[in-house]
C-alpha cells in the first residue's frame, strides 16, 4: 500500500474578503467576549479565544460561513467542557487549569492530513486545539467532548490521572466504612485494614499495560477484588461466626491488614492469589491479569491458617 504523502499546511489567507470578514464580524466576533466569559467562569480563571481567520478559512468550502463555522466549534469546546466539569467537578477543572496553562482555545487543521479524525483536541504548550481534518471543515463540530478529556489526560503530570482519581473517590472512598466493617465482622477484627495500595498498584499498572482502561476502574476493581473477592470467599470459607477459623485468621493477620499487590509472577494462582508476608495477608495479581476474575480473590485464605 503506497504511503500517504505527508500533510503540507495551506497558506494563510492575508486578507479576507470583505464578505467574509463582515461574517466573522457579525456572527462570531460579536459574541467572543461572552463566550470567554462564560469559559472564564466554568473554570474560574481568565481565558481567551484565538482563531486565526486566516489560517483556519484557507481550508473552508465554497459557500460556508466563516462565522457560523468558528462559533460553531467554540461552543462545542463549551458543552464539551460542562459535561467534562460536571463529571469531574473541581478536580477536573484543576487538571484542566494544570494542562492549559495558557488558558488558550484555538483552532487548527490537524498535521495526520487525510488520516485525521474529523475532529479531535489535544494540549499543546499551553493551550487547547481543536483539531479539524483538512477537507472537513465545520463537520461534527458538538462532537469536540469524545476527545476532551483524552486532550487533558495527554499532558504529563505527576500522580494519578483524572479518571483514575475519580474511579478512587466513587468506588473507594464512597464504599470503604461498610466494606470494611463487614470483613472485620466475618473475622471479628473491627480494626481491620483494608489497604488498596493504589500508589504502588497504579505504578505497576502504568508500567505493565499498554493500554489506559483501567484507569477508569482503578477504584471501582480493587473495590471488587474486596467485596466481590475476599469478601465473599471469607463468607464461602465459613469465617462469619466460627470462632475457631476466626482465630486461627488472626493469629496468621498479626498486622490485621489485607492488601493488594501486582507482582511479576503469582507463586501458584492463575489469575490472583491470597499470601501471607510478615503477619500482612496479600491479594496479588498481574498486571496482564488485572480485573479477571475478582470474585476469586482470597479462594484458599482457610489453607493458610
Known amino acids: 500500500m503506497p504511503k500517504a504523502p505527508a500533510f503540507v499546511p495551506k497558506p494563510a489567507i492575508e486578507k479576507l474578503p470583505l464578505a467574509v470578514r463582515k461574517d466573522i464580524r457579525d456572527i462570531y466576533e460579536s ?11 466554568l473554570i474560574g480563571v481568565p481565558f481567551k479565544i484565538n482563531i486565526n481567520a486566516g489560517e483556519v478559512w484557507a481550508y473552508a468550502s465554497e459557500g460556508a460561513s466563516a462565522g457560523r463555522t468558528f462559533k460553531g466549534y467554540v461552543e462545542g469546546f463549551i458543552d464539551a467542557l460542562k459535561r467534562y466539569l460536571e463529571k469531574y467537578g473541581d478536580d477536573g477543572k484543576e487538571f484542566f487549569n494544570q494542562a492549559v496553562t495558557q488558558s488558550e482555545l484555538t483552532l487548527n487543521a490537524n498535521t495526520l492530513g487525510e488520516a485525521a479524525p ?12 481543536i483539531l479539524f ?36 473517590d466513587e468506588h473507594w472512598n464512597a464504599e470503604l466504612e461498610d466494606l470494611q466493617k463487614e470483613i472485620g465482622e466475618s473475622l471479628a477484627i473491627p480494626d481491620i485494614v483494608l489497604d488498596p495500595n493504589f500508589e504502588e ?22 473495590y471488587n477484588y474486596f467485596n466481590d473477592g475476599l469478601k ?12 475457631m477459623l476466626q482465630e486461627g485468621a488472626a493469629e496468621i493477620l498479626s498486622s490485621k491488614t489485607f492488601r493488594v499487590r501486582i507482582v511479576p509472577k503469582l ?20 498486571a496482564d491479569k488485572w480485573q479477571y476474575n475478582t470474585s476469586e480473590m482470597g479462594t484458599g485464605f482457610i489453607d493458610l491458617l
Open 232 to 243: 465473599y470467599q471469607l463468607e464461602r470459607q465459613g469465617f462469619k461466626g466460627d470462632d
Open 118 to 129: 474529523t475532529i479531535s483536541s489535544d494540549v499543546k504548550d499551553g493551550v487547547f486545539r
Open 31 to 41: 459574541e467572543r467576549e461572552d463566550f470567554e466569559t462564560t469559559i472564564s467562569d
Open 267 to 286: 507463586v501458584k494462582g492463575y489469575c490472583n492469589e491470597i499470601i501471607i508476608e510478615d503477619g500482612v495477608a496479600y491479594l496479588q495479581t498481574t
Open 133 to 168: 481534518r483538512s477537507t472537513q471543515l465545520g463537520y461534527n463540530q458538538s462532537y469536540v467532548s469524545e476527545s476532551f478529556l483524552s486532550a487533558i489526560e495527554g499532558v504529563p503530570r505527576e500522580g494519578f490521572s483524572l479518571q483514575a482519581k475519580n474511579s478512587i
Open 201 to 222: 498498584v497504579y505504578k505497576a499498572l502504568s508500567a505493565g499495560k499498554k493500554d489506559k482502561d483501567w484507569h477508569s476502574n482503578l477504584g471501582k476493581t480493587i
